[in-house]
């Protein structure tokens, strides 16, 4: 997928970071530290640098095409240029009992460099907000101990409900402020989009913006598969996020020759053209309605819960819901869910769109039985540790490799039945940082579908957007 796109930006390289401590030690090390008090932000950040020296070492944290204990993850470069994709699984994330699932889709000629920042910050963020949530809920809770009220209410009834939906908001604040303050990332018109969830024994922890689409597939009454649709595709075209942007002096409108997709512009130029209401970076619209706060859902689930599968724009552009589901069902083998179901799009593309350039595809499914294929039928099925890099293209990289990388944004279908809404235990999020503090934004309030296949304008040359402080009226 894609986003906007500028003439004037300069080239960049992502941060280097100085030698640390071992993964374990220095992982251990911030969430301790969380525990103990609640660190200010620069500190925060120092301490994720630190501990991103180490991330790759990690065993039960996999980036790259190919499976963990419950899972699989597969991603293949389109054919616009570099592949914007990336995505992680992260099982013993801060528990035995907790995994970490997120998929990141960059827009921009940035937009690899910021998808990856995301996939590698976010998650230590996530767990230094969710310690220093519950050490302060601690504290109160020993505090009204002592003076003798009442113990209702405490932290076991608060967690992990209202912990995680506190360190969900705050992560991806503090991961939006993270991107701004780099100083060898240019998101001035790049950024990325996340879905991400957490599980959590029973419990699933669900964090989204932008359209990369989290689905899980459950069995009926009468032991058919059927899908649900866990996040919504967070679209300019959303009557409440309209009204957001358009509050904010953004406009909000389509292009003549494609009257179905709505985009977000600046109030005084045509530019840069962004077909989703919310992201990581493309700092140039922050002042004009573009939020980087996730719609936050929770979910329980339940013995008919069978796994999920959650994606980039590439896959749902051309797939269904229901179709995904069917795909992953019938495969074989577990661990080449991934690929089969990247490999069953790529055809889609040829077959709907063959006069369009394939997008970018990244997928990660997680059965939630907790079951894999034996290491006889992985093998069989022709991977090996060679093979799991070969199509990875998500790599860390210092600068463009010398393309220019011109995304464009394809077909998207937003779709969700009443009985799906109100299966979620779902808060509105409010943006205090641009709205009074009673209002709330849901992007629930509506759907559509959004379809787009063609390029995004450039910036106007008549009216230059400022490089700095984001974008201002002229």
Not at 58 to 65: Q, S, T
Not at 158 to 178: H, N, R
Request: aromatic share 8%; glycine share 8%.
């Amino acid at each position: 997928m894609g986003g906007c796109i500028s003439s004037n930006v300069s080239s960049c390289s992502s941060g280097s970071y100085e030698d640390g401590k071992s993964s374990s030690s220095c992982c251990s090390g911030m969430i301790n530290r969380g525990r103990r008090s609640s660190s200010s932000s620069s500190r925060t950040f120092s301490d994720h640098a630190v501990a991103l020296q180490r991330l790759l070492s990690i065993p039960n944290r996999i980036f790259m095409n190919g499976k963990s204990r419950s899972s699989c993850i597969f991603t293949q470069q389109g054919r616009k240029g570099i592949n914007q994709d990336a995505m992680i699984v992260w099982e013993d994330f801060m528990a035995n009992d907790v995994t970490f699932c997120g998929v990141f889709d960059g827009h921009g000629p940035h937009g690899h460099l910021v998808a990856q920042k995301v996939r590698d910050i976010l998650p230590l963020l996530l767990v230094s907000f969710l310690n220093s949530y519950q050490t302060k809920e601690v504290e109160e809770s020993g505090t009204r101990d002592e003076a003798g009220a009442e113990n209702e209410g405490s932290v076991e009834d608060k967690t992990p409900y209202s912990s995680w939906k506190d360190a969900f908001l705050k992560s991806y604040k503090a991961m939006d402020q993270e991107l701004r303050s780099q100083p060898k990332l240019d998101g001035f018109c790049s950024g990325s989009t996340a879905v991400t969830i957490v599980k959590q024994g029973s419990n699933l922890f669900i964090g989204n913006i932008g359209d990369s689409r989290a689905i899980m597939a459950t069995k009926d009454n009468n032991d058919v598969l059927k899908a649900i649709q866990l996040t919504v595709d967070l679209k300019p075209d959303l009557p409440i996020e309209a009204e957001r942007i358009k509050r904010l002096k953004g406009r909000v409108f389509a292009l003549q020759d494609e009257p179905e997709v709505s985009r977000v512009w600046l109030p005084f130029d045509d530019a840069p053209g962004l077909a989703m209401a919310r992201a990581f970076g493309d700092f140039c619209l922050k002042d004009y309605g573009v939020i980087s706060v996730p719609e936050f859902a929770h979910r329980t689930l339940t013995d008919r819960d069978q796994f999920i599968v959650m994606a980039s724009d590439g896959i749902w552009d051309v797939l269904s819901n229901e179709e995904v589901i069917e795909i992953i069902s019938t495969v074989p083998v577990r661990a080449s869910a991934a690929r089969v179901l990247v490999e069953s799009a790529a055809r889609e593309w040829k077959l709907k769109y063959p006069t369009s350039k394939m997008d970018d595809c990244a997928v990660v499914c997680l059965f939630l039985d907790g079951k894999m294929d034996s290491a006889s039928e992985y093998n069989e099925q022709g991977f090996s540790s060679s093979a799991i890099q070969s199509n990875y293209s998500g790599a860390p990289m210092q600068s463009d490799d010398g393309q220019t990388v011109e995304p464009y944004l394809q077909r998207n279908n937003t779709v969700r039945s009443a009985e799906e809404n109100n299966s979620f235990r779902r808060l509105p999020v409010t943006v205090q940082s641009i709205l009074n503090e009673d209002q709330h934004w849901s992007g629930l309030d509506g759907v559509t579908r959004v379809n787009s296949i063609v390029q995004l304008p450039r910036f106007s040359g008549e009216r230059p957007i400022p490089c700095s402080g984001g974008a201002r009226r002229g």
